[in-house]
């Protein structure tokens, strides 16, 4: 549902007050499972995320695909850049959150479709998936989450380049931030930095319809 929660591994004397579900290692250690607003908990044995009906359809894990393996990824498809990067079972791991930094690093607006990506497009593209992800795992996540071991994150607001960053300069260009609407989502861009048509127009003519 789009919501998050917590995970954390404590010793099981040292429990957060607020948890729905805990399991009780032999060691003494517990893994606490909080969620922010509703959830589901499904617990797999080792070894069998992959058959998982939760995890089975996930994409590749967005830091670890090659550029062969993005091109694969991307080649045939028509729909909206945005769209595809926040489809889990397309490629895995990105968040609408994420999605507005690493379109800007890209230079792609979020509504560009991917039919139209140059080769260097596709490129900038998982380059600012990496970059964009690294900004924040750098610092061990976003400041309004915990990792496993309850540490909060270090990826602060002000860090972020476009995301949640309307009426603020762009950082290359000092054009304003915009919000737009996208879909289902809204988007913050940078209008002159990511410009919906492509800035370098194909060589090859497209057929009237
Ligand atoms: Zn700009």
Known sequence: MG??????LVRCDALPEKRQVV???ADGDCLSVSFWWFGHTHY????????????????????????KE?????????????????????????????????LFLAGLHPLRTIDTLT??????????????LGMSLRRGGAWYELDLYGKRGKFTEKMLLVGYREGKPCSTCGAKIVKIKTGSTSSFICPKCQPLKPKRPRGKKKARS
């Open 119 to 132: 080769d260097d497009e596709v490129k900038a593209l998982r380059n600012g998936i990496r970059k964009g």
């Open 23 to 25: 399991f009780e290692f």
């Open 3 to 8: 919501m998050g929660g917590e995970l954390l």
């Open 44 to 67: 797999a044995a080792e070894g069998k995320l992959d058959k998982h009906k939760m995890s089975a359809k996930l994409g590749p894990n967005a830091l670890v695909v090659s550029l």
């Open 70 to 102: 993005f091109r694969v990824m991307l080649a045939g498809r028509r729909g909206a850049v945005k769209s595809f990067l926040l489809n889990q079972e397309r490629i895995a791991g990105i968040g609408n959150a994420y999605a507005h930094d690493i």
